[in-house]
């Protein structure tokens, strides 16, 4: 069935579905990873430290208001806060991307491309041939293995402002198969939707005169 949200006389040239495993690891840095295995790892140990060390003053015979008991009392939940950072990242986030990738779906139609994704409801993203810039093509080892690539539309775009710097992903087409392939219809479409878009005649005629003529001297 036609999706919804095409328009009425939109063609169907391709449409896909991501490889979960891709779709989970996209983005994933292994130095990143490596990183916060270290560092969470060093965090516990210093909290699971003072953890002991509140302990050991809860034993000891002080008055109620005594200033030890407090601060070491809060720093006894050093090790559940960082759990739960922990948790968090390496969890929550990966579920996340799971229940993500089951409802993602790719389109390529004679007039633009359409990510369909979402959770809860359904997102619909397009984006119009024109506004593809830097179009290429990325099969890293995972992708080598699964035969599988990823075609990104956009570039990443990154920001600062007074609070520091975040980068905003590109539109990509995440662990698709046939990637080369798919590169080409898309780089092919942009250029004769756009070259008919700009040239001044009913939009994408049978016989378009003016695209391949040569000017004469």
């Given at each position: 069935?036609?999706?919804?949200?095409?328009?009425?006389?939109?063609?169907?040239?391709?449409?896909?579905?991501?490889?979960?495993?891709?779709?989970?690891?996209?983005?994933?840095?292994?130095?990143?990873?490596?990183?916060?295995?270290?560092?969470?790892?060093?965090?516990?140990?210093?909290?699971?430290?003072?953890?002991?060390?509140?302990?050991?003053?809860?034993?000891?015979?002080?008055?109620?208001?005594?200033?030890?008991?407090?601060?070491?009392?809060?720093?006894?939940?050093?090790?559940?806060i960082f759990f739960f950072i922990i948790f968090?990242?390496?969890?929550?986030?990966?579920?996340?991307?799971?229940?993500?990738?089951?409802?993602?779906?790719?389109?390529?139609?004679?007039?633009?491309?359409?990510?369909?994704?979402?959770?809860?409801?359904?997102?619909?993203?397009?984006?119009?041939?024109?506004?593809?810039?830097?179009?290429?093509?990325?099969?890293?080892?995972?992708?080598?293995?699964?035969?599988?690539?990823?075609?990104?539309?956009?570039?990443?775009?990154?920001?600062?402002?007074?609070?520091?710097?975040?980068?905003?992903?590109?539109?990509?087409?995440?662990?698709?198969?046939?990637?080369?392939?798919?590169?080409?219809?898309?780089?092919?479409?942009?250029?004769?939707?756009?070259?008919?878009?700009?040239?001044?005649?009913?939009?994408?005629?049978?016989?378009?005169?003016?695209?391949?003529?040569?000017?004469?001297?």
């Open positions: 069935m036609k999706p919804y949200f095409l328009d009425e006389h939109e063609k169907i040239l391709w449409q896909s579905k991501p490889s979960k495993l891709m779709y989970l690891f996209n983005g994933f840095n292994l130095f990143v990873f490596l990183f916060l295995i270290v560092w969470s790892s060093i965090v516990i140990t210093i909290g699971g430290q003072f953890f002991s060390i509140s302990n050991e003053f809860r034993k000891l015979d002080f008055p109620v208001d005594n200033f030890f008991k407090t601060p070491f009392s809060i720093f006894s939940l050093v090790p559940l968090t990242i390496f969890v929550i986030f990966p579920i996340k991307r799971i229940i993500e990738s089951f409802k993602v779906k790719y389109y390529v139609t004679d007039l633009r491309v359409y990510i369909e994704s979402g959770i809860i409801g359904t997102d619909i993203q397009s984006l119009e041939y024109k506004e593809i810039s830097k179009l290429n093509v990325n099969v890293n080892l995972l992708g080598k293995l699964l035969h599988r690539g990823t075609v990104s539309l956009t570039p990443d775009r990154s920001y600062s402002d007074g609070d520091g710097s975040y980068t905003i992903s590109g539109i990509k087409l995440i662990g698709i198969e046939n990637p080369y392939e798919i590169y080409n219809m898309i780089k092919k479409n942009a250029l004769d939707v756009t070259t008919d878009q700009q040239y001044p005649n009913a939009y994408r005629p049978d016989n378009n005169t003016g695209y391949h003529t040569k000017l004469d001297n």
